[in-house]
Nanobody, 121 residues
Framework: QVQLVESGGGLVQPGGSLRLSCAAS????????MGWFRQAPGEGREFVAY????????YYAEAMKGRFTISRDNTKNTLYLQMNSLKPEDTAVYYC??????????????WGQGTQVTVSS
C-alpha cells in the first residue's frame, strides 16, 4: 500500500495562491495515477484534478481549469497542486488520492488525511 500526507494548506486572501504537496511513502509512487479532491463543509467529496503515473496526462474539473495545475515529481515521491486566483468557494479540505483513473472518489484506493484551505479576506 501507499501512505499519503498532504501539506501546504492555510488561509489566503481571494486572488492569492497556494501550493499543496502530497508526500507518498510505501509502495512505488510512480506506479500510481493520482488525483486531488476537495470537500467543503456539508458537501460531498469533489474531484479537482488527475494526473497519470508519468505526469504526461492531466485532467481538471471545469471550475479549476486555468487556475489550478497538478504535477508530480516521481524522484521525490511527491504530488503537487498549484492553486492560483483562489476564490472563497475554493475553501475546503483538500485530499490527495492514489490508485484511481477517473473523477470518482470511489475509484481511488489510498487517501491522505487532508489539508485545510481557507480563502477569505
Amino acid at each position: 500500500q501507499v501512505q499519503l500526507v498532504e501539506s501546504g494548506g492555510g488561509l489566503v486572501q481571494p486572488g492569492g495562491s497556494l501550493r499543496l504537496s502530497c508526500a507518498a511513502s510505501g509502495r512505488t509512487f510512480s506506479a500510481y495515477d493520482m488525483g486531488w479532491f476537495r470537500q467543503a463543509p456539508g458537501e460531498g467529496r469533489e474531484f479537482v484534478a488527475y494526473i497519470n503515473w508519468s505526469g504526461g496526462s492531466t485532467y481538471y474539473a471545469e471550475a479549476m481549469k486555468g487556475r489550478f495545475t497538478i504535477s508530480r515529481d516521481n524522484t521525490k515521491n511527491t504530488l503537487y497542486l498549484q492553486m492560483n486566483s483562489l476564490k472563497p468557494e475554493d475553501t475546503a479540505v483538500y485530499y490527495c488520492a492514489a490508485g484511481g483513473r477517473t473523477t470518482s472518489p470511489s475509484a481511488y484506493r489510498y487517501w491522505g488525511q487532508g489539508t485545510q484551505v481557507t480563502v477569505s479576506s
